[in-house]
């Protein structure tokens, strides 16, 4: 199986910075995109940024020259910089990954636990 694990997460003032990290682990033959959602109470699970195996990037509006996502295939991890944080980025963060487990590739995506994120004002 494979696991997504999360973390630097926490509490911060608005204008702060975060940086989070999900390494992934277990049987990984290769790892496609991964990218980061999130979800604060009463609202969906919305998408924050993703990364494509080739380095190629996608941001919601809402963070774009914010946030700034990158991954290091040698550790399957990948990590997503939070600068000048505000109120309304305060959610629990999920780590999201397509990963081939065999060849030939078959991709299944996989969830992290989530990590909190909490901007006060």
């Known amino acids: 199986q494979v696991q997504l694990v999360e973390s630097g997460g926490g509490l911060v003032q608005a204008g702060g910075s975060l940086r989070l990290s999900c390494a992934a682990s277990?049987?990984?033959?290769?790892?496609?995109?991964m990218g980061w959602y999130r979800q604060a109470p009463g609202n969906q699970r919305e998408l924050v940024a993703d990364?494509?195996?080739?380095?190629?990037?996608n941001y919601a509006d809402s963070v774009k020259g914010r946030f700034a996502i990158s991954r290091d295939n040698a550790k399957n991890t990948v990590y997503l910089q939070m600068n000048s944080l505000k109120p309304e980025d305060t959610a629990v963060y999920y780590c999201?990954?397509?990963?081939?487990?065999?060849?030939?590739?078959?991709?299944?995506?996989?969830w992290g636990q989530g990590t909190q994120v909490t901007v006060s004002s």
């Open positions: 990364i494509r195996i080739g380095g190629s990037t």
């Open positions: 999201n990954a397509d990963v081939a487990t065999n060849f030939p590739l078959e991709y299944r995506n996989y």
């Open positions: 277990g049987r990984i033959f290769r790892l496609a995109a």
